[in-house]
């Protein structure tokens, strides 16, 4: 195996991604790339790769909840309400559960 090869093949397989956005963010990205001094690929990666983890946290929260929801594990709307309206008077009723 060639060392061009080799090389390449250790180094992770990238493709680039266009994408248009508003100048204001493309200028605050310049911002912060120069203030980091880092590439503006590097701040763009960080930051949807920090997105598409809390996308995949919410989606997992959701499948939980939702699977909870099919258990019959909930807690019934009136007596959330009652709860909530009980909240800063004289008799708080307990956390309904």
């Known amino acids: ?17 266009t994408a248009h956005v508003p100048v204001s963010l493309a200028e605050q990205v310049d911002r912060l790339a120069d203030r980091l001094e880092r590439p503006r690929g590097w701040i763009l990666k960080q930051a949807l790769t920090a997105w598409i983890a809390q996308e995949e946290e919410r989606d997992r929260l959701t499948r939980e909840a939702l699977a909870d929801v099919d258990a019959g594990h909930v807690i019934d709307h009136q007596a959330v309400q009652a709860w909530a309206d009980s909240l800063g008077t004289d008799e708080t009723l307990p956390v309904p559960r």
């Open 1 to 17: 195996m060639s060392i061009d090869r080799e090389v390449a093949m250790t180094k992770a397989a990238t493709r680039v991604l």
